[in-house]
């Protein structure tokens, strides 16, 4: 009895190890699906935790400044996501919520409180709460489901496109079919020369989590490339966390 015990525990084991490994293994051949299927495999996918508390290794360089931080990552989900950044010492630390953007700097002394205009001077794109949420964990930064798309296979990637693109910038989702996260999404303003590309190189699987490992953004404009490199060292889900922000007196307001 003993053995036979033993012997089913192994099976079972190996077949779960066997599941975890499916669900983001690389080699999975992109099927002919339709965009409405590979839009609900997306959305159900998507992030259902109530904390993050991540460690991060951030590269920020626009052709005038290149620095590398270690940021620390809160996010309490729909609610706040809170960053600091440091290098030695506090550089920065950003809190936002889905009304608010608020920053100040002990090294530079300099702070913001507002809009999203801070960030959208940041990436060149206007972006909101739920959108800036979804990129950190690799979803779609609009809802999928809302819109009618087309879908093309390339490179053996989904790629989905709106039937009927914004009338200011045209918007691309690369979707991996092994685990139906954001490989690379797109946004395009031909008009005005700017563009946004967040990529996903890589994701890990953190408790039956798929969460990205790297995410790269390049925003592009008529006078300079920014890029930003965010390398997730440790991910926590679910745990208490505490985020202290009080902007001290006497520091300069930025205007955007």
Do not use: W
């Not at 729909?78 to 950003?94: N, P, Q, S, W």
């Not at 200011?168 to 946004?187: A, C, E, H």
Request: charged share 25%; with cysteine; net charge positive.
């Amino acid at each position: 009895m003993k053995i036979l015990k033993y012997s089913l525990f192994f099976m079972v084991f190996c077949f779960s190890c066997k599941t975890k490994k499916n669900m983001i293994d690389a080699n999975i051949i992109a099927k002919n699906i339709s965009a409405r299927k590979v839009a609900k495999k997306h959305d159900l996918g998507s992030f259902d935790k109530k904390t993050v508390d991540a460690k991060l290794k951030v590269n920020f360089n626009n052709g005038k400044t290149n620095q590398g931080l270690s940021v620390q990552l809160k996010m309490k989900k729909d609610e706040v996501i809170y960053l600091r950044g440091t290098k030695l010492i506090t550089v920065f630390k950003a809190k936002i919520t889905p009304t608010s953007v608020s920053y100040y700097s002990p090294f530079a002394k300099n702070y913001f409180t507002g809009d999203f205009s801070m960030i959208k001077q940041l990436l060149g794109v206007e972006i909101n709460f739920e959108q800036l949420q979804n990129l950190f964990l690799g979803q779609a930064l609009q809802n999928l489901k809302d819109d009618k798309h087309e879908v093309d296979i390339v490179d053996n990637k989904y790629v989905l496109t709106p039937e009927n693109q914004n009338i200011l910038f045209d918007i691309f989702y690369t979707i991996n079919p092994s685990y139906f996260k954001i490989d690379k999404q797109s946004i395009i303003n031909s008009q005005k020369n700017l563009s946004l590309d967040i990529i996903y190189p890589s994701y890990n699987l953190i408790n039956d989590i798929i969460f990205p490992s790297k995410i790269k953004i390049i925003a592009k404009n008529t006078k300079r490339t920014t890029r930003i490199d965010f390398d997730y060292k440790t991910v926590v889900f679910d745990e208490d966390i505490s985020m202290s922000f009080n902007i001290p007196s006497g520091y300069k307001r930025l205007e955007f």
